[in-house]
């Protein structure tokens, strides 16, 4: 029953969020976009040389003002690119979400890999 009052929200959530919303950082690049599961991030290491540790937010905002947030990395290795998954269950609030409005990628880093 839970899984069914989230598919929902979520459905009117992901009209909302196929748009790409990007957010480029000196040596990498962060992508995410909405999908069924979750948000699917592309994270893109720039760099010629070297992997690189990244991490970012993403803030959803919700028509009715519930704010979600969510936080992730990945390991890049040099000149690459990852698909990372944040999955529905880490995103803490969407079932008290009605449609969202806009979806924002902030705090890339992106710290060398040792």
Same mark, same amino acid.
């Given at each position: 029953?839970?899984?069914?009052?989230?598919?929902?929200?979520?459905? +009117?959530?992901?009209?909302?969020?196929? +748009?790409? &919303?990007?957010?480029?950082?000196?040596?990498?690049?962060?992508?995410? &976009?909405?999908?069924?599961?979750?948000?699917?991030?592309?994270?893109?290491?720039?760099?010629?040389?070297?992997?690189?540790?990244?991490?970012?937010?993403?803030?959803?905002?919700?028509?009715?003002?519930?704010?979600?947030? +969510?936080?992730?990395?990945? &390991?890049?290795?040099? +000149?690459?690119?990852?698909?990372?998954?944040?999955?529905?269950?880490?995103?803490?609030?969407?079932?008290?979400?009605?449609?969202?409005?806009?979806?924002?990628?902030?705090?890339?880093?992106? &710290?060398?890999?040792?």
């Amino acid at each position: 029953m839970k899984l069914l009052r989230l598919i929902v929200p979520v459905a +009117a959530l992901m009209l909302i969020l196929f +748009a790409l &919303r990007v957010h480029p950082h000196a040596g990498a690049q962060v992508v995410c &976009r909405g999908t069924a599961l979750g948000l699917e991030c592309s994270v893109t290491n720039r760099r010629d040389k070297g992997t690189l540790n990244v991490f970012w937010d993403v803030r959803l905002q919700c028509r009715n003002g519930i704010v979600i947030r +969510a936080s992730a990395s990945q &390991r890049v290795p040099a +000149a690459n690119q990852f698909v990372h998954l944040i999955p529905l269950a880490e995103l803490k609030g969407l079932d008290q979400c009605d449609v969202g409005r806009t979806l924002l990628v902030e705090n890339v880093v992106a &710290r060398n890999s040792h």
